[in-house]
């Protein structure tokens, strides 16, 4: 069987499934490619190149887990997120690019050429405190999260990013565990913001294999930042940063719940939603 025709047949076997119809095509490459070890330039080169039999058993394996709806990235145990490598596992939630708007708006907003404070809640693989270190190179970062396991993936991920000397990783139920660090000049956070109303509507791969406390937060998804925000208020200094990834149609609830914050704005995704809530400590 030639490279080719394993990636046909694959697309054809995801595509009888209502939830992977769409991506069937590039899940069949991704994942041939990842038992192949070779880029996605050598394959449209080619094409007609044979596919070893142990590989053949291999890519059917991966195949049938994707069929059982789990991530790619659970499968490949990899996911990119602001131009660095991250490993992920079931433990952590899979980096998403809307998350990138956040990383964004942080840097402009933080000098980085100062020494700096941060905290991230709810860290998981790392991906916002390490990319944050990545391009703060003056900046101390205490990642926090209630999950040993996730912890265990950010902390590797901080060391193959080469950022472990600047990013500290503490289990902590949102800050209870630095309650007595003050003075913080920035606290970010893409804490859970899902509905449990919206639970059913989840695509599989989702609701069925990511962590759930790192998805839902109540009846209307606020649970967290109820919390969260008066913590932040205590623990940042004066003009200090807020940062928040919300969830589609939180702008309005999260501007009332930041109503003693400065300067507060809101940052749309590429699909116009309000992606991004940002405030500063009176």
Known sequence: MTLRQAITAAANHLAEDEHLRATATRDAELLLLYIVQISRANLFAY???????????????LIERRLQHEPIQYITGQQEFYGLNFHVTP??????PETEHLVEAVL???????????????TGSGAIAIALAAHLPHAAIIALDISPDALAIATTNARENNVADRVRFLQSDLLNAVSQEKEF??????????????RGSLHPQ???????????AGEAGLDI????????????KQNGLLA?????????SLAELLSGWQTVSFID?????????????P
């Open 108 to 122: 402009k907003l933080l000098p980085s050429n100062q020494s700096l404070k941060l905290a991230d809640i709810g």
């Open 244 to 252: 928040l990834e919300i969830g589609h149609g939180q702008q309005d």
């Open 269 to 281: 995704d590429l699909q116009q939603i309000s992606r991004v809530a940002l405030a500063r400590k």
């Open 206 to 216: 989702v609701r069925n294999h990511e962590p759930s406390t790192a998805l839902f």
């Open 225 to 236: 930042y109820r919390r969260l925000i008066p913590q932040a208020h205590k623990a940042l």
């Open 91 to 96: 433990a952590v939630l899979i980096p998403r």
């Open 47 to 61: 094409p007609e190149r044979e596919l070893l039999s142990d590989q053949q058993t291999a890519y059917q394996s």
């Open 185 to 198: 000049d920035a606290i970010v956070s893409n804490p859970p913001y899902i509905p449990e109303i919206d």
